[in-house]
């Protein structure tokens, strides 16, 4: 087993690093690292581990404590990693794992990867939801069970190569004969061939049909996420294995909610007497509108925490949400009427504020200058 580096290490960031430290450095090695940028997967799927455990605060502890994130009794000076939760799979959905699988399986037969978006609204995408797709995909002859033969009949031994699916060949080069071995070539290296062809799929084992794909996204998917559906890609040709379905989730932009990870953010505009009296106003949220205070004496860039009103976390069971950040505008009032200005001004006066309107200025500058005789 290679030796298991240093988390903190990994991710490039000091013992103490906080959590925004922590999704800086996962950020910024992520770009370098990320597989559809050509970089480097394991060491990809290393770093994502490693945020996974220090982001989870009692993982972090105990990794801190007993060196691994699973607590004393996890296994001593293995890999931190394993067993720990579902992150192996969790790593497997986000991203995937398109460079490993597909060449343990460049095997002609076995059936391509699929791939799939999905267009959700953010209500959509907090409640997790079953999206159904028409599809056109590869699925194993129901005729045939498959195999590609005519019922009744069945793929036979290769006669070319005898069922070994070699064969061997005398060639002539510079350095005399030399004997190569390679492929059959009248059975593709299957060492069995089809007689008597299924008609429905003309011998593939395979058909192309329309089908109605029912994909079950979780809740708190964001956009950009992929799901992987082990197994529900196109079918192989002769039984092959069948590839898997990624689903790459788009979320279109909100009117009322911007999103940083599980947590939402909105922007509440406050009349200026409501912000610094104090006010209950209806706020939205994700689940419709809500009561919500607004303290006296609310600034303008205030942000005030809804706790657990943001998203929920992907694969968090439902149970652990974001916040939802309400970031307060004080709005000061514009087109007073004479009144209103008076009333301002008598407000100003009591306080004890002092105030050069504009147009005072002007005169106060117009009488300086004749003072001086400019
Ligand atoms: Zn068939
Ligand atoms: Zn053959």
């Known amino acids: 087993m290679p030796a298991v580096r240093d988390l903190y ?16 450095a996962y950020r910024r090695r992520a770009r370098e690292l990320h597989p559809d940028q050509g970089g480097d997967e394991e060491g990809f799927k290393e770093l994502t581990a490693a945020y996974e455990v220090l982001r989870n605060p009692q993982a972090r502890a105990n990794y801190d404590r007993y060196g691994d994130p699973r607590g004393p009794l996890g296994s001593a000076g293995g890999d931190p990693f394993a067993g720990f939760g579902d992150l192996g799979d969790l790593i497997e959905t986000f991203f995937g794992g398109f460079g490993g699988r597909q060449t343990t399986r460049r095997d002609s037969r076995a059936g391509r990867d699929a791939m799939l978006d999905v267009t959700l609204t953010l209500e959509e995408a907090a409640a997790g939801l079953r999206h ?7 699925r194993a002859c129901e005729v045939c069970d498959g195999s590609g033969a005519a019922p009744g009949s069945g793929p036979v031994r290769c006669s070319t190569c005898g069922g070994s699916g070699a064969v061997q060949q005398v060639r002539n080069s ?3 004969q030399v004997l190569t071995s390679g492929a059959c070539p009248t059975c593709g290296g299957a060492g069995q061939t089809i007689l008597d062809k299924c008609d429905a799929c003309f011998g593939e084992g395979r058909r192309r049909v329309e089908e109605t794909i029912a994909i079950d996204v979780p809740p708190g998917v964001d956009d950009g996420t992929r799901l992987r559906l082990a197994g529900r890609g196109e079918a192989g040709r002769n039984r092959g294995p069948t590839g898997d379905l990624y689903v790459r989730v788009r979320v279109r932009p909100h009117d ?4 940083d990870g599980d947590d939402l953010l909105c922007e509440l505009r406050i009349p200026m007497a409501a912000a610094a009296l104090g006010t209950q106003v209806r706020l939205p949220t994700l689940e419709g509108e809500e009561p919500f205070t607004v303290p006296a004496g609310t600034q303008s860039g205030d942000v005030l925490t809804v706790r657990r009103k943001g998203m929920p ?3 968090g069971g439902g149970i652990q949400r974001g916040n939802l950040h309400v970031h307060c505008r004080v709005e000061t009032p514009t087109r007073l009427s004479e009144e209103q200005r008076d009333l301002l001004r008598r407000l100003a006066d009591e306080r004890g504020e002092e105030i050069r309107e504009h147009g005072e200025e002007k005169g106060l500058f117009g009488r300086l200058r004749e003072a001086f005789g400019g």
């Open 174 to 176: 510079v350095f005399g």
């Open 132 to 138: 159904e797709v028409q599809t056109s995909v590869q």
């Open 9 to 24: 290490e990994i991710l490039g960031v000091a013992k103490d690093a906080d959590t925004e430290d922590l999704k800086r």
């Open 256 to 259: 009322v909610f911007t999103r």
């Open 313 to 315: 976390k992907l694969g």
